[in-house]
């Protein structure tokens, strides 16, 4: 039997992972991507910048403050929209 010595941890404690939606899934419940299929092609093709960089994986995790810019459109993440699965639209600078 494997027996720990007295007062040792079984496990190191985990830290609680901040709150993320990745990129596929926001384009698409924001509206940004009609389907799942149209935000993998627009996530590939490096048509839509995170944080003002091409992203071309479309797993990456968006966290609070993320800006996601697609075809016009500007999304920032907001601390609300974990819970919520949405995020805050804002119109393009047009300056």
């Not at 490096?46 to 960089?53: M, P, R, S």
């Amino acid at each position: 039997m494997n027996e720990r010595p007295e007062g040792e941890a079984a496990e190191s404690p985990e830290p609680v992972p901040e709150e993320s939606i990745r990129l596929d899934q926001l384009l698409k419940v924001s509206g940004l991507a009609q389907t799942g299929g149209h935000a993998k092609m627009a996530i590939q093709g490096g048509e839509v910048l995170v944080n003002g960089e091409v992203e071309t994986r479309r797993r990456r995790k968006l966290f609070t403050g993320d800006k996601i810019e697609f075809n016009g459109e500007v999304v920032v993440i907001d601390e609300s929209d974990s819970d919520s699965d949405q995020a805050a639209e804002t119109s393009p600078d047009r300056s």
